[in-house]
């Protein structure tokens, strides 16, 4: 099926640093979207991109949908403790599938 | 107002017994959707409906997932005969309405089989 390459796999930074995410396909897509998961708990919606090229931000966080519709990257400004998490990016097939496409997720640490 | 809610949030099970999930979602949200997640990885795609109507039933692993939605609201996974492969967290999510990708999750079931 329609895979998600998301990199990288983890990251270990230092409280206050800048983080930076992506993912690619060889697919097209329509939407962008990335999520945040704590353990125990679902995903939560941080972002969603709709058009190519637009870059949106929410907080320190700022995503961008690729010009090409084959990716897109997250960027953390400023890390803080509660950074720490799973992201993962997810995207919507041109094609009509209503379906999302997950990547593998980044395994985000901070050290303080 | 309140999010999805799903429950069990944990379920222990013998490998043959059957198992059902369930999930109630944002009141209001058409679509419906069910992933499954394994240790350490990404989310799966099993089940999406929309109202009662499962358009989309192409990520049910085997014969032994089943799914239904009853009045547009809760949906219940259903699986059958479990093995130790299906042990993992069952997610459930919901959006407005099919063509809004921006969806919803719960916290999920853990499943575990022994």
């Known amino acids: 099926g329609q895979q998600l390459n998301q990199s990288p796999q983890s990251m270990f930074i230092q409280e206050g640093e800048d983080v930076s995410m992506n993912c690619t396909s060889s697919s097209i897509f329509n939407t962008w979207l990335w999520y945040k998961q704590d353990p125990g708990e679902g995903p939560v919606l941080l972002i969603a991109l709709y058009k190519a090229g637009e870059l949106t931000s929410n907080g320190r966080l700022t995503a961008q949908f690729g010009i090409t519709r084959k990716d897109s990257f997250l960027n953390i400004s400023a890390s803080i403790p509660s950074d720490v998490g799973i992201y993962f990016c997810a995207g919507q097939l041109s094609g009509g599938a209503q379906k999302l496409v997950f990547g593998q997720g980044t395994r985000l640490t901070i050290n303080p | 107002g309140a999010g999805v809610s799903q429950s069990p949030s944990n379920k222990v099970t013998e490998k043959g017994k059957d198992v059902e999930l369930r999930c109630d979602p944002i009141s209001g949200h058409t679509a419906l959707y069910w992933y499954r997640q394994s240790l350490g990885q990404g989310l799966e795609f099993l089940i999406y409906?929309?109202?009662?109507?499962?358009?989309?039933k192409s990520g049910l692993p085997s014969d032994r997932f089943s799914a239904e939605r009853t009045g547009g609201s809760v949906s219940t996974l259903t699986i059958q005969r479990t093995q130790q492969e299906d042990s993992a967290v069952y997610l459930c999510a919901s959006s407005l309405w099919a063509s809004s990708y921006e969806q919803y999750f719960g916290p999920g079931t853990r499943l575990t089989v022994t």
């Open positions: 409906f929309q109202g009662n109507s499962a358009p989309d």
